[in-house]
Nanobody, 117 residues
Framework: QVQLVESGGGLVQAGGSLRLSCTAS????????MGWYRQAPGNERELVAE?????????KYADSVKGRFTISRDNGKNTVYLQMNTLKPEDTATYYC?????????WGKGTLVTVSS
């Protein structure tokens, strides 16, 4: 079983930056990809960014964050990062780390990001 622990959320002014981290522990072998989703109150959970964790680090981003957010990985630390720049109030949400292993989705507990205008 895999445990995911997020960190790095908080309150930031519009235009500012934050970096989220997610570290996987437990049975981490064969994690295929990791990523970040977010959910704002009243909205569905949506993909923010994801990265392959095996082989070439292919990435995928939501259109709303392209050019502002960057996802990266450190396989030695079983950690994925989300660098968020030029934050906007509409980025306010709880951000959840996701890992996919053997086709199964696993989730962290989430970290709150609040962007004030």
């Amino acid at each position: 079983q895999v445990q995911l622990v997020e960190s790095g959320g908080g309150l930031v002014q519009a235009g500012g930056s934050l970096r989220l981290s997610c570290t996987a522990s437990g049975s981490t072998s064969s994690i295929n990809r990791m990523g970040w989703y977010r959910q704002a109150p009243g909205n569905e959970r949506e993909l923010v960014a994801e990265i392959r964790f095996i082989g070439i680090a292919l990435t995928k981003y939501a259109d709303s964050v392209k050019g502002r957010f960057t996802i990266s990985r450190d396989n030695g630390k079983n950690t994925v990062y989300l660098q968020m720049n030029t934050l906007k109030p509409e980025d306010t949400a709880t951000y959840y780390c996701n890992a996919v292993q053997y086709g199964i989705n696993m989730w962290g507990k989430g970290t709150l990001v609040t962007v004030s205008s």
